[in-house]
């Protein structure tokens, strides 16, 4: 039995929860947010905005600088010497790319300098692109072109070439400035920089973000050659090797002993993606479970057995960090979206947006808010409107029926029967939001009683990698739904229905 550490670097924060698996409690928990505790550094909401062409990029810098002020925090609510593993989850598909003598710099341990400060003259690349990017459509072609089409990606890596995928960024950056990619000596996933930050040297890629990045044979669970030969040249020198999720990269850094407190026997296990991790802390990598994530992005998954892809292109097979696979919905107009129709319709806090919800009827309406070009379905910005038209008190029950119509339409390929929903991510807090995701789906929504479920999900692989504890025993406790589940309303399934039907016709219409 052991004190693990889950962190977790998503779009818009870093979040600490260390966990007493003796114990079965949540000792402490931390965060910090790129936006609020950075005001100076213009990325409100975790990334750059207004970039050409499609860009969406964030500052590897400002990640380290969460990484830094979360675990300030956590070390004054916990002693952190009494740690015994730690992982990472991380926002999926970013990428961080490092010139020589990055080794040294994720080997120096002196306090005198903060992980910004030693990385950042070691980077090649200043800026990282992350999942919201979508710049790299003539790379996708290009790729999908030179590995025999579409389905031939799609049967490889588990996904067809994927504008947010880190292979056609990869490819973008060393088109766009082949003499900064020839600098470039390594790059990371967000999971596996934060991994190699941690234990001061390199560390793998798990299946779990290998996948995301087409470039990794879904059926092997390691690099595919054709894929790397396709994107970028000398990029399999420059990446990482790929290994499951449970390996041990080794003892934490001598940085984080001297800065943090930490004990240099604390182990480190490799880092995976934010919806694997999360698929981990939900209880639900066996088969059966099927979770939606209502973060930054709106996200359904669920664990599968052997690989299904999605036959429109639109949903993706990745590595279940505990070993087999998983499938993968992922919706961009998720949070940001429903702030922007919150700001829209004058409610100055979600209680007042949720009571604009309680207010409107169901299922007349729904309307999806894609105020940003949107990965799927996957079109231009602009709203797509169903049913009777919303008006302003209206829209914020509208808005929210179309995100759970547009996952519950997209996610049909997947074939795990939805008789109960985890629901996990930010607005999972909201009981107005929960019902209509209930609703919508016609099924029961839970949710866990410990929430970020990404970092809990980090910290259990931690306690399973690294300290021998058995995720059979850690589910039970860390996994348990809160008292209460919300219900649907079946009476309203017709409505839904019908409302589905005209979605799929006007995404017919408009392909
Ligand atoms: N009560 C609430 N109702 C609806 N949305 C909420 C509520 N509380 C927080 N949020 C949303 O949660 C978002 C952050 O979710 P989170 O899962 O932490 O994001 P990420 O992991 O992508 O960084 C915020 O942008 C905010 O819009
Ligand atoms: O692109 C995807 C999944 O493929 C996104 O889900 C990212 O992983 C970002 O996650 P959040 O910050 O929204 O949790």
Redesign the pocket.
């Known amino acids: 039995m052991a004190i693990v550490l889950g962190l ?1 670097l ?4 870093a ?1 600490a929860v260390v966990l007493d698996t003796a114990k079965g409690t949540t000792v402490a928990r931390a965060r910090s947010a790129f936006g609020a505790d950075f005001p100076d550094r213009g990325h409100p ?2 990334f750059l905005r207004g970039g050409q062409g499609g860009e969406v990029h964030a500052d590897p810098l400002l990640w380290l600088d969460g990484l830094e002020l979360a675990l300030d925090r956590l070390a004054e609510l916990a002693d952190l010497s009494g740690i015994d593993a730690v992982s990472v989850s991380g ?1 999926q598909h970013g990428s961080v790319y490092l010139a020589a003598g990055y080794e040294a710099a994720l080997v120096d341990g002196s306090r005198a300098t903060s992980l910004s400060a030693k990385i950042s003259p070691v980077l090649s690349r200043r800026s990282s692109p992350i999942w919201m990017d979508s710049s790299t459509a003539a790379e996708c072609a290009e790729i999908a072109a030179a590995l025999g089409g579409d389905q031939a990606v799609c049967d490889l890596t588990g996904s067809v070439a994927t504008m947010r995928f880190t292979g056609p960024q990869i490819r973008r950056f060393a088109k766009l400035d082949p003499a900064a990619w020839a600098k470039t000596e390594r790059v990371h996933l967000v999971s596996s920089f934060f991994a190699s930050v941690l234990a001061g040297k390199d560390a793998a890629i798990d299946t779990g973000d290998g996948a995301g990045m087409n470039l990794m044979d879904i059926r092997k669970g390691d690099w595919a050659p054709a894929a790397l030969a396709a994107t970028a040249p000398d990029l399999a020198a420059k990446l990482p090797p790929i290994r499951p999720g449970s390996t041990v990269v080794g003892g934490i850094s001598a940085y984080f002993v001297a800065r943090h407190g930490f004990s240099s026997k604390c182990r480190v296990v490799i880092g995976s993606g ?1 919806n694997p991790s999360s698929l981990v802390g939900m209880g639900a990598s066996k088969p059966g479970k099927v979770v939606i ?5 709106d996200t359904l998954f669920a664990a599968i057995e052997g690989i299904r892809t999605d036959s429109a292109g639109l949903g993706h097979a990745f590595g279940n960090p505990l070993g087999g696979s998983m499938s993968l919905v992922c919706v961009r107009n ?3 979206a ?2 922007v129709i ?1 700001r829209e319709c004058g409610h100055a ?3 007042a ?2 009571a604009a919800i309680d207010a409107s009827p169901a299922a007349v309406s729904a309307v999806l808010p894609m105020e940003e070009p949107e990965i799927t379905p996957r079109r231009a910005a602009g709203r797509i409107v169903l049913g009777a038209p919303a008006s302003k008190a209206t829209l914020p029950r509208a808005a929210v029926e179309g995100q759970a119509l547009s996952l519950r339409y997209h996610s049909r390929w997947v074939g795990t029967p939805t008789t109960q929903l985890l629901l ?7 009981p ?2 929960s019902k209509i995701f209930a609703d919508v789906f016609g099924a029961p929504v839970l949710r866990l009683a410990v929430s ?1 479920s ?1 970092a809990l999900g980090a910290a259990l692989r931690a306690a399973e990698g690294a300290c021998g504890v058995m995720m059979a025993d850690l589910e039970p406790v860390f996994c348990a739904p809160t008292s209460g589940d919300v219900q649907p309303n079946r009476t309203l399934r017709a409505a839904y229905d019908k409302l589905e039907a005209e979605l799929a016709q006007t995404l017919l219409r408009k392909a």
């Not at 998503?10 to 924060?13: A, L, N, P, R």
């Not at 994530?293 to 992005?297: A, F, K, P, Q």
């Open positions: 977790d998503s779009t818009q924060s979040t909401e975790g926002q934010d994530s209502l973060g930054t992005s998720g949070a940001l429903r702030e919150r806090d979600w209680p947006f949720s996990t991510g930010g607005a999972s807090e909201n107005s939001i970020d990404a």
